[in-house]
C-alpha cells in the first residue's frame, strides 16, 4: 500500500539554525500539506502545495518558513532561523483531489535547544 | 474564525459502542473531517462529511447536521485498538480553506 514518508524521523537543532524537512508524498498525489503538533496540543495547518505552489498558509507560515518541491517526488518544508518553540512533530500529508482523504506522514521530530 | 469544541476524554468497554461529539462555530462552512491519533503516531484519515446525514464505513459512522454545527463519529464493537484520540477539522469557505482542528478526544477502551 503507498504511504507517505518523512526523514529525518527526528531532528535536533540549535536556536537560529536552518533545517529542511523531507518528505515523499504518494505517487500519483497533487495535493500537498505540512501540520505541525506542539506535544499535547492539536494539529496545526501550515500550508497546502498544489500546481506548484503555495494554495493556502495559515498565520504560522510566515517568513521564516518555506516549501519547495525541488522534483518529482520529494516535497520539503524549510525553517530558515529556528526557534524554541518552533518544537514539535511536523507531518506532511498529500491527497489526490483536495480535500478529501489526505494521508499522512509518520512526522518529524523537530527538537529545537 | 472558528471554534470546535469535543469532550476531552471518555471510556468505553470492549464491544460497546460510543459516540463522540463536535461541536463547531464557523461564519461558513466547507467540510468536516475525522481522524483517528494513535499516540505518537500520524493521524490517520476515517470520514469527511460536507452534507448533512450519516455515512457508515465499516465499525465507523460520521454524522452531520450544519444547521445545529454537530457532528457525531460513531464507533461500533469497539476494540482495545480503537484506544486513542479522535480528532474532529472543520473547513471554512469564504476563500481560505484551512482545517482548524479540535483538541482532540481521548477514547480509552477497557476490557
Known amino acids: 500500500e503507498p504511504e507517505v514518508t518523512q526523514t529525518p524521523s527526528h531532528q535536533v537543532t540549535q536556536m537560529g539554525q536552518e533545517v529542511i524537512l523531507r518528505c515523499v508524498p504518494i505517487?500519483?498525489?497533487?495535493?500537498f500539506y505540512w501540520y505541525r503538533q506542539i506535544l499535547g496540543q492539536k494539529v496545526e495547518f501550515l500550508v497546502s502545495f498544489y500546481n506548484n505552489e503555495i494554495s493556502e498558509k495559515s498565520e504560522i507560515f510566515d517568513d521564516q518558513f518555506s516549501v519547495e518541491r525541488p522534483d518529482g517526488s520529494n516535497f520539503t518544508l524549510k525553517i530558515r532561523s529556528t526557534k524554541l518553540e518552533d518544537s514539535a512533530m511536523y507531518f506532511c500529508?498529500?491527497?489526490?483531489?483536495?480535500?478529501?482523504?489526505?494521508?499522512f506522514g509518520p512526522g518529524t521530530r523537530l527538537t529545537v535547544t | 474564525g472558528q471554534n470546535i469544541d469535543q469532550p476531552t476524554e471518555m471510556t468505553a468497554t470492549e464491544g460497546a459502542i460510543v459516540q463522540i461529539n463536535c461541536t463547531y462555530q464557523?461564519?461558513?462552512?466547507?467540510?468536516l473531517f475525522w481522524y483517528q491519533q494513535h499516540a505518537g503516531e500520524a493521524p490517520t484519515f476515517l470520514s469527511y462529511?460536507?452534507?448533512?446525514g450519516l455515512e457508515e464505513k465499516g465499525r465507523f459512522s460520521s454524522f452531520l447536521s450544519r444547521s445545529k454545527g454537530y457532528s457525531y463519529l460513531l464507533l461500533k464493537e469497539l476494540q482495545m485498538k480503537d484506544s486513542a484520540s479522535y480528532l474532529c477539522a472543520v473547513k471554512e469557505t469564504g476563500g481560505s480553506y484551512i482545517p482548524t482542528f479540535g483538541r482532540g478526544t481521548s477514547l480509552i477502551v477497557h476490557p
Open positions: 505517487s500519483n498525489h497533487l495535493y
Open positions: 462529511n460536507v452534507l448533512d
Open positions: 500529508a498529500s491527497s489526490a483531489a483536495e480535500p478529501y482523504e489526505q494521508y
Open positions: 464557523t461564519s461558513g462552512f466547507n467540510g
